[in-house]
Nanobody, 124 residues
Framework: QVQLVESGGGLVQAGGSLRLSCAAS????????MAWFRQPPGKEREYVTS????????NYADLVKGRFTISRDNAKNAVDLQMNSLKPEDTAVYYC?????????????????WGQGTQVTVSS
């Protein structure tokens, strides 16, 4: 079994920055991908970004491209999401996800494990 634990959410003013972290534990694996999704209030969960663990290849949704950066910490088995130039429409619960297959699917059904989510609120 795999456990994913997110941290780093909170309240920030528009234009500000936040850094989320997701630590994975529970089993060892090699060729996989980790991703961030988010669920805005009253909306469905949507893809934000993902990273392949083996080669570090990244992919971003157009809405966050140029503002968000995903990175991995091999030593901690963790993935971070640096969010800059935040906008009120970035307000959402942010979820970390892990796929046992390395891909950059934007569909949440393609991911095997999920964290509990962390709230990010951007005030105008």
């Amino acid at each position: 079994q795999v456990q994913l634990v997110e941290s780093g959410g909170g309240l920030v003013q528009a234009g500000g920055s936040l850094r989320l972290s997701c630590a994975a534990s529970g089993r060892t694996f090699s060729n996989y991908a980790m991703a961030w999704f988010r669920q805005p209030p009253g909306k469905e969960r949507e893809y934000v970004t993902s990273i392949s663990w083996s080669d570090g290849y990244t992919n971003y949704a157009d809405l966050v491209k140029g503002r968000f950066t995903i990175s991995r910490d091999n030593a901690k088995n963790a993935v971070d999401l640096q969010m800059n130039s935040l906008k009120p429409e970035d307000t959402a619960v942010y979820y970390c996800a892990l796929s046992l297959v390395a891909h950059h699917s934007p569909w949440d059904r393609d991911y095997d494990y999920w964290g509990q989510g962390t709230q990010v609120t951007v005030s105008s």
